[in-house]
């Protein structure tokens, strides 16, 4: 059995492992860069107004003093002339903003005269100029890596001229829901059954990342049921399975895996809940085996799968409790919990559980506790690491 530490950084280890594909850029949206971006340009390439107004020298300018308005320039125009004493431009946002002056007055602090003079009636503080380069120079590395693609990254990308770019391969991803005792949420229940909550959870939760997801159904706990899905499965890029992985004598799916020459990582880790998480790998293939229990279940989807999905890591957040928390076991354990920013700090407060099976207990969760091994309590007002939900 290996550590809730080691289970992670093995993941992590085998994360690079997963395919690359160039796509483009309007396609990339959630997906994993798997390239440093570098700017081939200042942006902005040029000296740009802020907002409509004037563009002026500021040694000309005083309240109430009145300029001549040699020009229009608009976004795209290109002016050639120089401006003069006492003279200004009149400017719309995002044009180039000439040399010769190094202000531009908002519109609304001036009044329109006649015979192309405009009166400046107040002079604010900022000079309401973009300069070349202030947000990115040549040559800077603008994107690293393993960066998750969200909708500044594609203006940026787009901004920067990258049309193609390489990515995380779109994942092909398929789900096994184990269990005699299991039948689909629309069935009626007859007597010792459950209905299947782990598959729509399981599903939802790898959609909402961007994985391409296919179900392939509940399978019985006998060898020729199982080994025949997890056929199946093993022909797409992860294989994920929800029960039969722990040491019960109907918990075949380990040995199955085996049979099916699935290597094992790991298998068991001193968590709570979430003892009996496998993880291992053909060829060809990523398999998790996470526990049954619902409460297990979302865990692992959180702090295991989607972490190795995405290509980032899990990281702690230091959040104050805001309520006592007792654990009794000497494991890790993990709690689902409510997380909230006051004054630019998190405070958490757990959510109740009666058990791993308890997911509607889970209701509103954002976020997990990583209560380690050696604490066994903690009280209200204390510093304790959490694990986003997102």
């Known amino acids: 059995m290996i550590t809730f530490n080691q289970a992670l950084e093995i993941i992590h280890n085998h994360k690079n492992n997963l395919k690359i594909e160039t796509i483009n850029l309007m396609e990339a949206f959630g997906r994993i860069?798997?390239?440093d971006i570098y700017a081939d340009i200042d942006i902005p390439s040029f000296n740009k107004s802020a907002m409509d107004g004037y563009a002026v020298r500021s040694k000309d300018i005083s309240p109430n003093c009145t300029l001549k308005v040699i020009e229009t320039v608009r976004a795209g125009d290109v002016t050639q002339k120089e401006v003069g004493k006492n003279e200004c431009i009149k400017i719309m946002t995002g044009a180039i903003v000439p040399s010769s002056v190094d202000?531009?007055?908002?519109?609304e602090d001036t009044e329109e005269l006649?015979?192309?003079?405009?009166k400046i009636n107040k002079i604010g503080k900022n000079k309401n100029i973009c300069l070349q380069g202030e947000n990115m120079k040549s040559g800077a590395l603008v994107i690293?890596?393993?960066t998750l693609i969200d909708a500044a990254s594609i203006a940026t990308l787009a901004s920067l001229g990258k049309v193609k770019i390489r990515v995380n391969k779109l994942l092909k991803i398929t789900v096994i829901i184990t269990g005699n005792e299991i039948v689909e949420p629309k069935e009626l229940l007859a007597e010792g059954q459950l209905r299947n909550s782990n598959g729509p959870m399981t599903i939802s939760l790898l959609k909402n990342i961007g994985a391409k997801v296919e179900y392939l159904g509940i399978a019985k706990d006998i060898n020729s049921s199982?080994?025949?899905?997890?056929?199946?499965?093993?022909?797409?890029d992860i294989l994920i399975l929800s029960g039969g992985v722990s040491v019960g004598e109907y918990d075949l799916v380990p040995d199955i895996l085996k049979n099916n020459n699935v290597e094992t990582l790991f298998h068991h880790v001193y968590i709570k809940p979430g003892?009996?998480?496998?993880?291992?790998?053909?060829?060809?293939?990523?398999?998790?085996?996470?526990?049954?229990?619902?409460?297990?279940?979302?865990?692992?989807?959180?702090l295991f799968i989607k972490p190795f999905i995405k290509e980032v890591s899990a990281d702690l957040i230091k959040a104050t409790l805001t309520k006592k928390i007792i654990k009794k076991s000497n494991k890790?354990?993990?709690?689902?919990?409510?997380?909230?920013?006051?004054?630019?700090?998190?405070?958490?407060?757990?959510l109740k559980t009666n058990s791993s099976a308890n997911i509607s207990g889970c209701m509103g969760y954002n976020c997990f506790i990583i209560v380690p091994s050696d604490i066994n309590e903690k009280n209200s007002g204390d510093f304790i690491d959490i694990v986003l939900g997102e």
């Open 226 to 236: 199982l080994d025949s899905l997890i056929k199946k499965g093993l022909k797409s």
């Open 33 to 35: 860069l798997k390239e």
């Open 275 to 302: 003892k009996p998480l496998f993880f291992g790998k053909t060829n060809e293939t990523f398999v998790f085996g996470m526990p049954g229990n619902p409460v297990a279940t979302l865990t692992a989807i959180h």
């Open 114 to 118: 006649n015979n192309n003079q405009v």
């Open 332 to 350: 890790v354990e993990i709690m689902p919990a409510v997380a909230k920013i006051i004054d630019g700090k998190y405070f958490v407060h757990p």
């Open 103 to 107: 202000m531009v007055i908002m519109v």
């Open 144 to 146: 690293k890596k393993n």
